[in-house]
């Protein structure tokens, strides 16, 4: 890719739903609702054969210095600061705002070329709505149906037009570019090819990143621990709670090590989630969840564990993640011990197949104590890779049998013959046995127990599926005497 993009304009006037569009998925929230976006997105955009970088930018908005929507304006000019050129979306439906006039302005003055798309024009019906934009004093503006995929080829000839203003040429390197002939573009894919989804935001290239999300409740933390590990403000935040809607991407390397790490919507209890832009943004957090390989669970310290936080770790056991738990705002803690010993108390009664989790205190506002946590989050990650070898594990099993054997069940005994561990990520095993589905659960929790600790498994989660084991006299006809 050899340049990038920025999409801006005020609210709700399609912006993330262009960005869905060029980069071919849903992976921006969609809402009717104003100011969805708040932090700016990156993904993989392509018009046809141009491929770039796409930033998705929070909406547009005139507020006082230190609010929320100066903050998300500030996102926006970092966006602008990063971008080759710009995007600017209206609403040909609306017509020209005075925001719009306001900001068209603003634009002018980075020196950015920057285009300016007249969005929800299916059909081209938005003559009136077109014709007052050339006022805004940023050429002629290009009408265009995000929804519907309509202009992206006028698009694709302004994108080209203007990085050759700034000497890019977005076909570096192809062979006799200028000689070739014009390019087709397409429309791109119809509304239904679109599926919403839980992506990367760039592909890995050979070194595969460390996928990491962040997970709480709303007001915990997760944005500000992002911006002190990448070491800028990558995210808003502030004392609002749910500021975050989106689950996004942050690329970040640790010690060698590439990383993308994954701030993510605030988790609620369910009965609270009522609102349809909340929905979205929870069912994006467990994509979130099901997407990465270590999660980190935040709590706020000064609030200690509750209920909803032992819910967020079973959904993140269930899925089959590492997981580390951190407690944040630590600095604020007077009773310490206090705090560990709840927490430690709540895993025991409600997560006994925690036990052993790694748990880590900081601030992530001041930084203190958070040089511990990506060593921990390493050594989850290595543990929830780890493999048994087959001889070793039958060794053990056989040792576990003899100390505590299999029950009978209705008078007949259950013999578990071998096994062997079939995957990682996490770790999981089958055992083979004469009758599977009678075999307790109670029984299968003491092999996990006996498991994690023989073989030093702490807080990893761990499968165990139970297979009926093949008869060697079964299909064989008796002989006769």
Same mark, same amino acid.
């Given at each position: 890719m050899t340049f990038t993009l920025a999409i801006v304009g005020r609210p709700n006037v399609g912006?993330?739903?262009?960005?869905?569009?060029?980069?071919?998925?849903?992976?921006?929230?969609?809402?009717?609702?104003?100011? /969805?976006?708040?932090?700016?997105?990156?993904?993989?955009?392509?018009?046809?054969?141009?491929?770039f970088v796409l930033m998705d930018?929070?909406?547009?908005?005139?507020?006082?210095?230190?609010?929320?929507?100066?903050?998300?304006?500030l996102q926006t000019e970092q966006a602008l600061v990063e971008a080759d050129i710009a995007l600017m979306l209206y609403d040909a439906r609306a017509g020209v705002t005075p925001t719009d006039e306001y900001?068209?302005?603003?634009?002018?003055?980075?020196?950015?070329?920057?285009?300016?798309?007249a969005n929800k024009c299916e059909g081209n019906a938005i003559v009136d709505g077109i014709y007052e934009a050339y006022g805004l004093g940023l050429g002629e503006p290009i009408g265009l149906s995000a929804e519907h995929g309509e202009g992206l080829g006028e698009l694709y000839q302004a994108v080209v037009e203007g990085l050759k203003e700034i000497g890019i040429d977005p076909y570096e390197g192809e062979d006799d570019a200028s000689d070739a002939a014009p390019r087709e573009v397409e429309t791109g894919p119809e509304e239904g090819d679109l599926?919403?989804?839980?992506?990367?935001?760039?592909?890995?290239?050979?070194?595969?990143p460390l996928r990491l999300a962040i997970v709480g409740r709303p007001n915990a933390g997760k944005s500000t621990l992002i911006n002190y590990l990448v070491g800028e403000d990558r995210l808003i935040t502030?004392?609002?709670?749910?500021?975050?809607?989106?689950?996004?991407?942050?690329?970040?390397?640790?010690?060698?090590?590439?990383?993308?790490?994954?701030d993510t919507a605030g988790l609620r209890k369910r009965a609270r989630v009522t609102e349809k832009l909340e929905k979205l943004s929870v069912a994006d957090t467990f994509r979130a969840v099901q997407f990465a390989e270590v999660v980190v669970l935040l709590l706020d310290a000064e609030v200690g564990?509750?209920?909803?936080?032992?819910?967020?770790?079973?959904?993140? /056991?269930?899925?089959?993640?590492?997981?580390?738990?951190?407690?944040?705002?630590w600095d604020s803690v007077d009773d310490r011990l206090e705090v560990h010993r709840q927490l430690k108390?709540?895993?025991?009664?409600?997560?006994?197949?925690?036990k052993g989790v790694k748990i880590v205190n900081f601030s992530a506002l001041t930084g203190q104590g958070t040089q511990k946590l990506m060593p921990m989050v390493a050594e989850a990650y290595e543990l929830w890779n780890a493999r048994i070898a087959t001889s070793g594990f039958n060794r053990w099993l056989a040792d576990a049998l003899e100390k505590h054997p299999a029950p009978s069940v209705a008078g007949r005994r259950i013999k578990i013959r071998y096994g062997a561990q079939v995957k990682t990520r996490p770790p999981t095993f089958s055992l083979f046995c004469n009758r599977p589905d009678d075999l307790p659960d109670s029984y299968k929790r003491y092999l996990e127990n006996e498991l994690r600790r023989d073989?030093?498994?702490?807080?990893?989660?761990?499968?165990?599926?139970?297979?009926?084991?093949?008869?060697?006299?079964?299909?064989?006809?008796?002989?006769?005497?």
């Open positions: 912006k993330s739903t262009l960005f869905n569009r060029l980069v071919g998925k849903k992976i921006a929230i969609v809402d009717d609702t104003p100011g /969805v976006t708040r932090d700016r997105r990156m993904g993989e955009g392509r018009i046809a054969d141009l491929e930018t929070a909406g547009l908005e005139q507020g006082d210095a230190g609010s929320l929507p100066d903050r998300m304006r900001f068209a302005d603003w634009l002018r003055k980075t020196g950015k070329p920057i285009i300016l798309g599926d919403y989804e839980f992506v990367d935001d760039a592909e890995p290239t050979d070194n595969k502030g004392p609002e709670a749910g500021l975050t809607r989106d689950s996004i991407a942050v690329d970040w390397e640790w010690d060698g090590m590439p990383v993308k790490l994954f564990i509750e209920k909803q936080d032992l819910k967020i770790a079973e959904k993140v /056991v269930a899925e089959g993640r590492a997981l580390v738990i951190a407690l944040n705002k108390d709540a895993l025991t009664k409600s997560l006994p197949q925690l073989f030093d498994l702490p807080g990893v989660p761990i499968r165990i599926y139970m297979r009926k084991g093949e008869n060697p006299y079964e299909g064989r006809r008796k002989k006769h005497r």
